[in-house]
């Protein structure tokens, strides 16, 4: 069974000279599947591009991340509802709050969390999560939307057990990356990966970003791309205690449901 990497920035500047090269090494190591994150208003449009021209391997989300609030008008909620209708768009987002940057106003960043959050329960569509350093007000957020919408995945988790508990409580699904790998940053992920029921447990490389630190040789140009999910998933099996070929079962199955791939 192939994995399936449920957030690939394949739309990227760094994938423009090589993507198909970039997809055919995803295969060869046991990638079948992506979804293309949408971050901003034009990258939405062209991860839904990317997916159209695909022949059903590439699926893509519509968002605007939180370090693009500034941006976001009624021209671009506009834009998101006619992209929620398009086959190929699975989820809504990438959005939510990021308080360790903070490239958007807080305040402004929370409007237009919830007016995505509005999206998705409009259109009966999943969630694709950002949360740094913004736990409470993120929680708050979503706790009003989360009976209305049919799933939701913190993706890149990186936050606390106490995160963690909060997210499954609100039956939440979890999107897990290479930030396991990183010994400075990740390590307490490596118990806390244990804790996530195999059912809402994913994986996913957020390529070209977040290379896995404990993959040998590293490579010199450290661009992340979606080959590598397999490493993650070696290092997830070993955390959990579990065989490659469980977590990639469970993960893959998973992911089928989260985003209702056919």
């Keep these: 069974m192939d994995l399936i990497d449920i957030g690939a920035n394949l739309t990227h500047e760094s994938f423009r000279a090589d ?3 970039v997809l055919a090494r995803a295969t060869a190591h046991g990638v079948g599947r992506m979804i293309i994150t949408g971050a901003s208003r034009e990258g939405s449009e062209h991860a839904l591009e990317l997916a159209r021209a695909s022949g059903g391997r590439l699926f893509a989300t519509a968002g605007v991340h939180p370090h693009h609030a500034v941006d976001y008008d009624d021209a671009t909620d506009a834009l998101l509802r006619r992209l929620a209708s398009e086959p190929e768009v699975r989820a809504i987002g990438e959005t939510g709050l990021d308080y360790n940057r903070n490239y958007s106003p807080r305040e402004v960043q929370r409007e237009v969390f919830e007016r995505q959050l509005a999206v998705a329960a409009e259109f009966g569509m999943p969630l ?10 993120f929680l708050a957020l979503l706790k009003r939307y989360r009976d209305r919408v049919p799933a939701a995945v913190v993706h890149c988790f990186t936050d606390t057990s106490e995160a963690l508990r909060d997210y499954l409580d609100l039956d939440c699904h979890i999107g897990v990356t290479g930030w396991i790998c990183d010994e400075r940053r990740g390590g307490h992920l490596r118990e806390l990966v244990k804790l996530i029921p195999a059912d809402r447990l994913m994986l996913e490389t957020d390529a070209p ?11 010199k140009d450290r661009r992340n791309e979606p080959m590598y999910l397999a490493h993650i998933r070696d290092e997830v099996a070993k955390d959990r205690g579990e065989t490659r070929e469980a977590v990639t079962e469970a993960s893959t ?8 791939l056919p």
Excluded: N
């Excluded at 949360?131 to 007000?137: I, T, V």
């Excluded at 970003?209 to 490579?219: C, F, N, Q, S």
């Excluded at 199955?253 to 209702?260: C, H, K, S, V």
């Design 253 to 260: 199955r998973t992911a089928e449901a989260f985003f209702r």
């Design 128 to 137: 694709f999560l950002h949360q740094r350093d913004a736990h409470h007000d």
């Design 209 to 219: 970003y977040l290379m896995p630190r404990t993959l040998r040789p590293m490579p």
């Design 19 to 21: 993507l198909p090269e």
